[in-house]
C-alpha cells in the first residue's frame, strides 16, 4: 500500500512540473486543455497537444474569453461542461473563434462574472441564473417553489417560445446575449450530522434552521414550512452548518459534492422544489459585431453543449451520490404521498405567492403563461431524480 502511495505522489509531481513546464511556453489554457485531455503523463503527447492549441488560437480571428466559477475538472459532478463549450464553439466557427477559458474563479463568481460580461471585460460568462434578476427581475419565478422544480418542467420553460419573448429581450436590453441555460438539478434538503433524518414530509422542517441565500423567494418559502430562514453568505455556509448556526441547506446534490459537504451532512432529500440551474451568458455588443456565419455558428455551437448537459445530468448526478454515499451520506425519494404534502403546504398554488408573481411576471395571466410553457413538452428531454 505504501507503494502504491507513493507512485500516486510521485505521479502527481511530475504531472504538475509537466503543468508548469506547458504553461511557461504554451500558456495555462494550452495546458489546461492538455491536463483534462488525459495526455500530462507524456511529455509527447502533452506538448503536441498544447502546441496544437497554441496554433489554433494563432490561426483564429478572434478570441472569446468564457470565464467560470468552477474548475474544469468539476463537469464530472458539476454539468456545465467548460471543455466541450470551448471545442464546439471552435469546431462550429470552422476555427474562427478561438475559446481562452478562465476556469475555477480567477476573474470571480457568480455577479461578479454578469457585470463583467456586460462591461465588456470578457466576452462570455457562466453564473446562476438568479444573476440576471437586477436586470430581468422576471428571472426569480423560478425560485416559487413546485411549479418548474423538476428537470423537464425547467428545460420546457427556458426552451419554450414564452421564456424567449419574454425573458431573453429583457436581458439583451442590459447589453447580455443568453447563449445557453444549464440544468443541475433541482435543490434538495440536506440535513447536517445530528440532526434527526430522513425529512419524509413538510412536517419534519419545523424548527429547522435552515440556510438561505439572500432571495426573499426561498426564505418564505421555508417559512411556509416551518423552518427558521437563516441567512449567511455562501462562503461561511460550511463553517455554518459545521457549528449548527445552520442545521441544513439545499443546493442541488452535484453541488454538496463540487463545494466539499459530504462530511458535514447526514441526510439528503429530493424534495425537487425549484431548479438549481445556471446560465451562459455573452456581450451581445461583442457578439453582434461578428459576421453573421460566426454569430450562427455561436449560437449552434450553445445548442449543442446544451444537449450535451442534458445526457450528462444523471450521470454527474450519480457520480456526486456516489462519492456522497462514501462518506455516509444517506438519500431519501419522498413518496408520491409525501411529495403531495410537500406542494401542499409550500407550492405555487396558494395565495402566499401572487405578489411575487404579480411584481415578477406583471400579472397572474403572464405567470400563467410562464406555467403553461413548463408544463409543455419540448423537443428537449432531461432525466429527473
Known amino acids: 500500500m505504501k507503494k502504491e502511495e507513493q507512485a500516486k505522489t510521485g505521479l502527481k509531481m511530475v504531472e504538475r512540473r509537466r503543468f508548469m ?8 489554457t494550452a495546458a489546461t486543455v492538455a491536463l483534462f485531455s488525459g495526455v ?8 503536441q497537444m498544447a502546441k496544437e492549441e497554441t496554433e489554433r488560437k494563432k490561426r483564429a480571428k478572434h478570441t472569446m474569453n468564457i470565464a467560470t466559477a468552477y474548475i474544469l475538472g468539476a463537469s464530472r459532478s458539476y454539468p456545465i461542461m467548460q471543455l466541450d463549450m470551448k471545442e464546439n464553439i471552435q469546431n462550429c466557427t470552422n476555427g474562427e473563434v478561438y ?9 470571480g463568481a457568480g455577479s461578479a462574472l454578469a457585470q463583467k460580461v456586460q462591461s465588456g471585460t470578457i466576452q462570455a460568462a457562466q453564473h446562476s441564473i438568479s444573476n440576471f434578476a437586477p436586470f430581468a427581475p422576471v428571472v426569480d419565478l423560478i425560485n416559487i417553489p413546485y411549479w418548474c422544480g423538476e428537470n423537464q418542467k425547467f428545460v420546457n420553460l427556458v426552451t419554450s417560445e414564452t421564456w424567449r419573448n419574454e425573458v431573453n429581450p429583457k436581458v439583451a436590453a442590459k447589453g447580455f446575449k443568453v447563449l445557453w441555460y444549464v440544468v443541475i438539478d433541482p435543490r434538495v434538503v440536506a440535513t447536517r450530522k445530528g440532526v434527526p433524518g430522513p425529512i419524509k414530509t413538510p412536517e419534519q422542517m419545523k424548527g429547522i434552521k ?6 426573499k423567494i426561498l426564505a418564505q418559502f421555508y417559512q411556509l414550512l416551518g423552518a427558521n430562514p437563516t ?35 447526514d441526510w439528503v432529500t429530493f424534495n425537487g422544489a425549484v431548479p438549481d440551474s445556471q446560465v451562459y451568458s455573452c456581450n451581445l455588443e461583442w457578439f453582434e459585431k461578428l459576421p453573421k456565419k460566426l454569430q450562427e455558428g ?33 438519500f431519501y425519494v419522498p ?14 398554488q396558494l395565495p402566499a405567492w401572487d405578489s411575487f408573481k404579480q411584481e415578477l411576471a406583471g400579472s397572474i395571466q403572464k405567470y400563467d403563461q410562464f406555467l403553461e410553457a413548463a408544463n409543455t413538452a419540448g423537443r428537449f428531454y432531461v432525466h429527473d431524480v
Not at 210 to 215: A, D, E, I, N, Y
Not at 335 to 347: C, I, S
Open 21 to 28: 513546464e506547458l504553461t511557461t511556453k504554451f500558456g495555462f
Open 40 to 47: 500530462l503523463h507524456s511529455r509527447e503527447a502533452s506538448a
Open 99 to 107: 475559446v481562452k477559458l478562465a476556469p475555477g474563479g480567477q476573474l
Open 210 to 215: 435552515f440556510r438561505v441565500p439572500g432571495s
Open 231 to 265: 441567512p449567511v453568505a455562501w462562503g461561511e455556509t460550511s463553517s455554518a452548518i459545521k457549528q449548527g448556526v445552520a442545521d441544513a441547506l439545499d443546493p442541488s446534490v452535484e453541488a454538496l459534492h463540487v463545494f466539499g459537504f459530504k462530511d458535514v451532512l
Open 298 to 330: 455561436i449560437e449552434f455551437a450553445s445548442e449543442i453543449t446544451m444537449q450535451q448537459n442534458l445526457a450528462k445530468v444523471p450521470a454527474a448526478r450519480a457520480y456526486a451520490m456516489a462519492e456522497l454515499s462514501a462518506a455516509g451520506v444517506q
Open 335 to 348: 413518496t408520491a404521498d409525501e411529495k403531495k404534502q410537500w406542494v401542499e403546504k409550500a407550492g405555487a
